[in-house]
Every structure is written in C-alpha cells, then in structure tokens.
C-alpha cells in the first residue's frame, strides 16, 4: 500500500527501517532518473530538455528575436518543471557559457557571467534564443520521432528524449551527482565525433584503439592541453572510468636586457580564473614559490595571466613545472560515463558503448520519421485520388452537391469514393477546378508516390537507412566541424612529463658556479664561473685536485677507491669564502678509502672504470647515479683490491699504462658495457698493477700531458697495439715518468 492510497485516518504497521527504506530508495531512483544522470540518447538532464522543448514552443529560433530569460524561466515552471527558478536559470545559464558548453546550446544577450567565477546578471535583464546546435537536437520533434508523456499536471506533454541530430552526450559532455552514483564527462570535438560515428556505422565492432584514431580526446571549451599519454586516454575510454590531466597554455615573452616573463594564454577546464590568480599570489606572498616574484593579469576577452620570475638565469620551463604542482594551472578533470540508457537504467559505459547508443537512437529516429512521412503520403495520396476522380467527373460532381439532399453518402456511392475523399472534394474551393490545378495535382501524385517507394524501401534495408544515417552525420560535421566558427579543436595534447612530483630540481634557481675539492677531500663551491688561474686558498697541508664548472641544478658524481660511485646535489654544497667541508661528511665514504674522480653528471655518457689488478668495464653514466649516502656499486674489489681509475668514453681505443711502466693499446669494443661486477682484465702484470687509462681517438692519437703540463701527442702506435689482457711494452720516447696519461 502506497501512501497515496492509504485512506484517511488508516494507521499502517510498519518498521521505522522499512518506511525510511522504501521511502529513501523512491527518493534516490527520482533523483538518479530526474536530475542528476544524462540520458545517452540526447546528453540532456530533464531541466534542460524542458528548457529547450519550452523555447522552441516560444518561436525562439537561432534567427529570431531574443526572449527576456525570466519569460523562458517562467514557461518552463509553470508547464514543465515545478522547481525552484533559480535552479532553471542557472542551468539556463550554463547552457549559453561558451566557457562552460563545447557547443552552446543557448544564444545569450547580456550578462551570462564568466571564466573569473562572475554570476550572470538576473533573468529580467538577460535575454536567450536557441543556437543552431540546438535546433539540430530538436529537429524532427513534431514528426513522431520521439515519444511524449504527461506533464506534472497532466494538462501538457513533453518529450521524453529528444530526436539527437546532434551528438550531444559527447560533444557538450555532463555532470551531475546522484544518490551513490555520479557522472563525469568531457566535451569532444564534433568533427572528431561525426567521424568515429561514421567509423562505427561501417564497423561496428570497432576496437576502441581505432576510434581513437578518430576521437583522440576530450577538446574542452577553454582550451588547454592534456598531458596524458594515447594509452592511459584508451585504457580510461575502454573502462569508462579514469581522468586525464590538464595543463594551461603557456609562452615565453622576451624582455629587455635578457628579461622575461611567462604569458598563460588558456587555463583548464572549470578552473575560475580570479580564484587561480589569488591562490598564485598567495604563494607569492607566503613565499611558497621561491622562482615566481609576481603575477599579473592582463586579460581582455581572450586570458592573458603574467607570470614574472625572480631573475632570467630562472628556467621557464623548470618556473613552470614548478607552478603546476602547487596550482590548479594543472587540473585533473575526471570521467565516468555513468549514465541512463534507452530503458532509463543507469550504468557505466565506454566511449564505443555511448556512440553505438546515439548511433540506435538515430536508427530508431529515422524509421518513425520515415513511417510518420509514409503515413502524412498515404493520407495525401488517398485525397489526391479522390480530387482526380472529381476531375474526371466534375459535372456530375456539382450536380450531386446541387441536387442531393446527402451529397456525401451519393459520392461515396456513385465513384467508390472513402469518407475522407468525399469530405476532401466537399470541402474543395471552386477556383481549384481550373484545369492546371488538375495539371498540379498530378504531377504531386507522381511525386509523392515516387517519394512513398523510396521511403517504403528505405524500411525495408538496413543497408539505406545506415546509409541515411551516415549521410545525416556528414551533414552534422560539415555544418558544425572544423568549417564553423567554434568548431577547431582547442585542446591539444603532449606527451606526459617524466619528471616526477617532488623533485628539487623544480625549487632550484639554474645559477653557475665553481666547484671546488681539495686533495683531502674538502669540497666547497664559488658563485660564477671562476677562472682557473684564480687564486684559490686550502687548508695547511691540502692543496687543490679537482676544479670544474657546473650549475646550481647539477648533480656530481663521485667515484672512490672502493669502487662505488656517489651522487651530490650541487646546489647542496658549502659556499662562500671558507675551506667547505669533507665531502666524507655528505657521502659514506670511509676514511681508509679516497676519491678517484669528481665531475659533473652528463645523461647519456658512458664511462671507463678499472681496479689496481687491470680489470675493468664499461658502464653507462645514467646508472651510477645513486640516491642514498651510500653510493651505488659498480666495479667489484676485494681484500687488497681497490678502484684505481675513471675516465670518460670519448674515442675508440684504450690506452692503458702500469705501475711498470708497460703501455698497452687496445680496441674499445674489446671490453663490454656492464652494470656492475668485476669486469675483464685490461692488461696483465708481473709486479706492481695499473696506473691510469684513458680512451682515445685513433684517427687524433694517444694525448698525454709532461711535467710542464703541455700536451704530447703519439700517432704511431703500432708497437703498443695488442689484445686485450697482454703485458704491453715500455712507452714511447716522451711519455711523462709519473706513467699517468693526464
């Protein structure tokens, strides 16, 4: 027993649980059907579906006059929609946003609000019309191509769907929250739509991967630019579920004196413009953003926000990445196609799923356009029939009408006439029984009769009427595509930037410095790129061993003599004018243990690393980065084994010298890239073990530098040249004593 039929003054028993239950879950299934969810057929809730069905009853065409939007309003709640105005007005509102909606689907004059959050001004100042991509929803309304039910009143009738000329769900997208359930989905490009659409009616088995083809992403009303990749976009059509990531528009404006400043020219989808200022400049102000000093904004009716760094040496791009971690200049925007289905049952979709959807409706649309225009034909044929048999017995017409006292049942009687044609020729006027009116009505018969075989055929095939519906797509896309106004795609897409959230890169100024390390291992930096005749001070009984130019954003490699190399931030180490600090301090490095090099980290170089025995390996630079105080082991070493040399790989040949004195000269492709372990032996010995290695150039020559410091040259080296793990010989005349190579 419902309460409507409970009589009055009855008393139910009932559960307290049970009465919220039922009454909770009424409650929920109307929101979920009359509110919140669109229907896939149309991408209309019920307030804007009653909006557009009540403006097209209002003559509010796309070229006729504009209508205040409080008489729009007040048609629609006290015919359709018994709610709040305010609520009907702002989904009017929305629906004329070109910030909001992809496609509007409401022409507005006056204040409809914009991207800085502003409301609209009120209904009695606005005025509203259909836009053409709403005529194109609500075309064929009135040609039985849709059902319609009673109104709350049951005085009226209103649609229950609209006919979909236009692809609505996908190309203006939806929102809503329901009761458990929600709906998220972005707006598409028309063009790229119309195009998947007829993709799918010739394979309608697609795979969602050649749709995409076609429909590659969401194209959101401000533009902006999506930072995921085509498979995480795929993975979240083929679920219905997932998001995508949405950058601002940026550039570089050059400036006086090496200046500059970031110019944001798009912002994300939803995000209020004077909202996303506010919370830039309160990271200004709290001192949050250690590379921005201000923010302006310039903006007219295009978006044009100033983003001024601290200083130029300042990267743009590293300002930027910065900004989009702490700001909504980078935006989530979610999807889940939750939505109701021709038999109004909620559930989640994927993107193949919704277009098959609009795809059934558009069928389903045709044949009862087609059978609604066979119908109006089959009527007008059974009149024009009659009106030729007048024709062809006009005197005897006029003498039944003059003479009889029932001239209709005498018509029907004498030529086989039906009631409808007899009441046709009674109601005929007389000037339409000039001969050429005869001459027309023929030539109609013909035409119409021509027209009711096509149709008659058309639903007979499905080949016609996807040929049909293939065609009306076409025209959709050549309307509203590319060659509209609005209709270029605005959102673009680039690949997903590997750096990840949290790094200190971001934070840094790129500023150029000096490093410096003593040979005890005291290490310290110099702002600017000092010379190296500079006059450098070290601590009593220290002297200089490694001095090199570098930035505030690099990272140092260290590489000691137990074989593992260690990672420093350069903008982590001492400064200013004292001694620094022992680099043992910031690396677990021991102290029975000492650095074999210090250089500055280059992604992509490879590097040649050998122990005191003469094995050694080649290992990519990129892996022996390391992120802990420990360091990352590359070359092996044991017991009185340790690291004894690092150079770089720049050449195709090894030389190769040691404690011996013995110079040994081998191919590079002789000894193999490794991630770690003990490597190959370089060169053999009978006493002592390796000095220095280097990797050279054939075609230049084995380099070395003397006791002067200037640079000797061997080009003849056939005598030193052997395989990999020989004994080598003693070197050529000139070859520094101290057997290093450098």
């Known amino acids: 027993m419902t309460t409507a039929t409970i009589p009055k003054g009855h008393i139910v028993d009932e559960s307290l649980g049970?009465?919220?239950?039922?009454?909770?879950?009424?409650?929920?299934?109307?929101?979920?059907?009359?509110?919140?969810?669109?229907?896939?057929?149309?991408?209309?809730?019920?307030?804007?579906?009653?909006?557009?069905?009540?403006?097209?009853?209002?003559?509010?065409?796309?070229?006729a006059k504009f209508k205040k939007s409080a008489r729009v309003v007040g048609d629609v709640i006290g015919r359709f929609h018994p709610h709040g105005e305010l609520s009907i007005y702002d989904a009017l509102v929305r629906l004329a946003q070109d910030f909001s909606v992809r496609y509007p689907l409401i022409d507005g004059q006056g204040n409809?609000?914009?991207?800085?959050?502003?409301?609209?001004?009120?209904?009695r100042y606005t005025e509203a019309r259909l836009t053409e991509h709403a005529q194109a929803l609500l075309e064929g309304i009135d040609q039985d191509t849709v059902d319609f039910r009673e109104t709350y009143d049951g005085e009226e009738l209103e649609p229950v769907v609209m006919p979909g000329g236009f692809p609505n769900l996908l190309a203006n997208g939806a929102t809503g929250i329901a009761v458990g359930m929600a709906t998220s989905i972005p707006p598409h490009n028309i063009g790229e739509l119309c195009s998947a659409l007829?993709?799918?009616?010739?394979?309608?088995?697609?795979?969602?991967?050649?749709?995409?083809?076609?429909?590659?992403?969401?194209?959101?009303?401000?533009?902006?630019?999506?930072?995921?990749?085509?498979?995480?976009?795929q993975a979240v059509y083929e679920s219905g579920k997932g998001g995508f990531r949405v950058r601002a528009r940026w550039h570089r404006e050059e400036g006086a004196r090496g200046s500059y400043v970031v110019v944001v020219t798009e912002i994300p989808y939803q995000v209020q413009k004077s909202r996303l200022i506010e919370n830039i400049a309160e990271l200004v102000m709290a001192r949050k953003s250690p590379l921005l000093a201000?923010?302006?904004?310039?903006?007219?009716?295009?978006?044009?926000?100033?983003?001024?760094?601290?200083?130029?040496?300042?990267?743009?791009?590293?300002?930027?990445?910065?900004?989009?971690?702490?700001?909504?200049?980078?935006?989530?925007?979610s999807l889940n196609m939750n939505v109701l289905d021709a038999h109004k049952v909620p559930g989640v979709m994927n993107v193949r799923e919704v277009l098959n959807a609009y795809l059934a409706h558009r069928r389903e649309v045709l044949e009862r356009r087609s059978r609604f225009r066979l119908?109006?034909?089959?009527?007008?044929?059974?009149?024009l029939k009659g009106y030729l048999i007048a024709f062809l017995n006009l005197d005897e017409v006029i003498r039944i009408i003059r003479e009889e006292d029932h001239p209709k049942q005498q018509m029907i009687a004498a030529f086989k006439l039906t009631e409808t044609q007899a009441e046709a020729i009674l109601n005929m006027r007389l000037r339409s029984l000039r001969k050429l009116e005869e001459m027309e009505l023929k030539n109609e018969n013909r035409a119409l009769t021509k027209e009711k075989k096509e149709l008659s055929a058309l639903l007979k095939s499905d080949d016609l009427q996807w040929k049909r519906i293939a065609g009306e797509v076409r025209e959709a896309r050549d309307k509203f595509g590319d060659a509209s106004p609005i209709g270029k795609r605005r959102t673009s897409f680039e690949k997903a930037p590997e750096l990840e959230v949290g790094q200190d890169e971001l934070l840094l100024t790129r500023e150029p410095i000096t490093v410096i390390c003593s040979e005890k291992g005291w290490i310290r930096t110099l702002k600017g790129h000092a010379e190296t005749d500079q006059e450098i001070k070290y601590k009593e009984g220290d002297k200089g061993r490694f001095f090199f130019h570098a930035e505030t954003t690099d990272k140092l490699v260290l590489f000691g003599t137990n074989g593992r190399f260690y990672t420093l931030d350069a903008d982590k180490l001492p400064g200013g004018r004292g001694h620094g600090e022992p680099v043992r301090l910031m690396v677990d490095l021991g102290n029975d243990h000492e650095i074999i090099s210090l250089f500055k980290h280059q992604p992509g170089r490879r590097l040649l690393v050998a122990s005191t025995?003469?094995?050694?390996?080649?290992?990519?630079?990129?892996?022996?980065?390391?992120?802990?105080?420990?360091?990352?082991?590359?070359?092996?070493?044991?017991?009185d084994v340790e690291a004894r040399a690092c150079t770089f790989v720049e050449g195709d040949m090894i030389g190769v010298i040691g404690e011996n004195r013995k110079l040994l000269v081998f191919p590079l492709d002789e000894v193999p890239v490794m991630p770690r372990g003990r490597g190959v032996l370089l060169q053999r010995y009978r006493d002592g073990g390796l000095s220095d290695i280097t990797v050279f150039d054939r075609a230049q020559g084995l380099t070395c530098l003397d006791k002067g410091g200037r640079v000797r040259t061997f080009d003849t080296l056939r005598d030193w040249t052997g395989k990999r793990g020989n004994a080598g010989r003693l070197p050529p005349k000139g070859f520094p004593r101290r057997n290093k190579f450098h």
């Open 294 to 333: 201000d923010v302006r904004d310039e903006s007219d009716a295009a978006i044009r926000l100033v983003l001024e760094p601290k200083n130029r040496t300042i990267d743009a791009a590293v300002l930027m990445e910065s900004l989009f971690r702490q700001t909504e200049l980078e935006s989530r925007f």
């Open 198 to 233: 007829l993709h799918l009616i010739k394979h309608p088995n697609a795979s969602i991967e050649k749709l995409m083809s076609f429909l590659p992403g969401p194209d959101f009303p401000t533009g902006g630019i999506i930072v995921e990749s085509q498979a995480a976009i």
């Open 112 to 123: 409809f609000g914009n991207v800085d959050g502003d409301n609209a001004a009120a209904m």
């Open 613 to 639: 025995k003469g094995h050694g390996l080649q290992v990519d630079e990129d892996n022996v980065l390391a992120a802990k105080r420990g360091g990352k082991q590359v070359l092996n070493v044991s017991n």
């Open 375 to 383: 119908d109006k034909i089959n009527h007008r044929l059974e009149i």
């Open 18 to 63: 049970e009465a919220l239950s039922t009454r909770y879950l009424s409650y929920a299934l109307s929101t979920i059907m009359n509110r919140a969810l669109p229907d896939v057929r149309d991408g209309l809730k019920p307030v804007h579906r009653r909006l557009l069905y009540a403006m097209l009853q209002l003559k509010l065409d796309h070229n």
